[in-house]
């Protein structure tokens, strides 16, 4: 082999030498970083006298004031999220006036006085644990218990017993005054969702109740009455539980029970129907031609489906909710993909 073979170009030796240096000389941006200390920015309301400099665009273009009011309007998970963004925000969303407010909703059925006296006695002060750490029913979208069981088909030419899965679900939405919707369907959640509130008719098959969630625990009491020509009650007893701390998505089916009213308790409107079952037994009914059955299928845990609130007004007027999770939920999936799907 001659010498002339390994001759390498000029041009050609330069350009791989180059690349040799740019290998070991790589530009790490986060190597900057190192040795430079942040100056926390004060956030809203502060009393330091220290002047503060941001150099975030958007702080220095958004005033602290409305920085504030735009938090003041938004919902306490919405806030979670804000506050992973930056440290400013993150101290601006623990004030504690965004936080009161949204205990005081929550729990508005349990008055002022007895709000302020469990947040002294039990959370030391402090509404955010309060929000974290007490139960509380989710008025920011809807329970959902996904029931399935075997219906024996009819045979055909006496070979095959064909059975069939029926997949039906329970609906309950809360609102914080103390009433809630319930529906019985085997519609899909992104179907029902779109009329889950107190403006549809009575032909879309929605009943209205009361609730009561227990100071001391996390069980919910709630009745529904189903009118007619022979009126009954649904007696629901509720257990809340959340996957996460301050989550509240799961409620457990305690126990589900019909029972049948006289006529002057059927006369009885929703908002008082609880107060008349409230001491009842479960075998107990005020009509002897409608017996008391506990029921023992269709017990599955509810899952909570959020939504949100549309916020333009214009558009509110059209269709009040944004149906972002609910149409990606997989309670919407047929029964054949769902026999191992698992609620709870």
């Known amino acids: 082999m001659t010498s002339d073979a390994l001759n390498i170009p000029s041009e050609l030796e330069s350009a791989l030498r180059l690349r040799t240096v740019q290998y070991f000389i790589t530009k790490r941006p986060w190597l900057d970083l190192y040795g430079v200390h942040v100056r926390p920015v004060a956030p809203f309301g502060s009393t330091s006298s220290k002047?503060?400099?941001?150099?975030?665009?958007i702080h220095r273009s958004l005033?602290?004031?409305?920085?504030?009011?735009?938090?003041?309007r938004m919902l306490p998970y919405d806030l979670g999220r804000a506050a992973c963004v930056c440290r400013k925000w993150r101290y601006t969303v623990r004030n504690p006036v965004f936080w009161r407010n949204a205990c005081?909703?929550?729990w508005q059925t349990a008055g002022v006085i007895e709000n302020y006296r469990i947040l002294q006695s039990k959370y030391d002060?402090?509404?955010r644990k309060m929000w974290l750490l007490r139960s509380r029913v989710r008025t920011d979208g809807i329970y959902v218990s996904r029931n399935t069981y075997i219906r024996a088909g009819i045979a055909e030419w006496k070979i095959t017993n064909p059975v069939h899965i029926v997949c039906y679900f329970?609906?309950?939405?809360?609102?914080?005054?103390?009433?809630?919707?319930?529906?019985?369907s085997s519609q899909k959640l992104k179907d029902v969702a779109k009329y889950?509130?107190?403006?549809?008719?009575?032909?879309?098959?929605?009943?209205?109740?009361?609730y009561t969630l227990s100071m001391t625990d996390d069980k919910i009491e709630a009745a529904v009455l189903y009118p007619g020509t022979r009126p009954t009650v649904l007696r629901i007893r509720l257990r809340l539980r959340g996957t996460a701390i301050g989550a509240n998505n799961r409620?457990?089916?305690l126990s589900l029970v019909t029972s049948g009213v006289n006529d002057e308790e059927g006369s009885s409107t929703e908002e008082d129907i609880l107060g008349v079952v409230e001491n009842w037994r479960d075998d107990e009914t005020h009509n002897p031609d409608i017996p008391a059955v506990s029921h023992k299928r269709g017990m599955t845990p509810f899952v909570f489906v959020p939504f949100e609130e549309a916020s333009n007004k214009k558009i509110a007027l059209y269709i009040s909710l944004c149906w972002f999770q609910v149409e990606q939920s997989v309670?919407?999936?047929?029964?054949?993909k769902m026999d191992y799907f698992v609620t709870g």
Do not use: C, H
């Not at 002047?51 to 665009?57: I, R």
């Not at 889950?196 to 009361?210: E, H, I, P, Q, V």
């Not at 309670?331 to 054949?336: I, K």
């Open 104 to 106: 005081l909703k929550a």
């Open 51 to 57: 002047p503060q400099f941001d150099p975030a665009l």
């Open 170 to 184: 329970r609906y309950i939405r809360f609102y914080p005054s103390g009433r809630f919707l319930y529906k019985n």
């Open 331 to 336: 309670l919407n999936l047929p029964p054949e």
């Open 196 to 210: 889950m509130n107190f403006k549809s008719s009575k032909a879309d098959g929605l009943y209205r109740g009361t």
């Open 125 to 127: 002060g402090s509404w």
């Open 63 to 72: 005033p602290d004031e409305l920085l504030f009011e735009v938090f003041a």
């Open 251 to 253: 409620m457990d089916l």
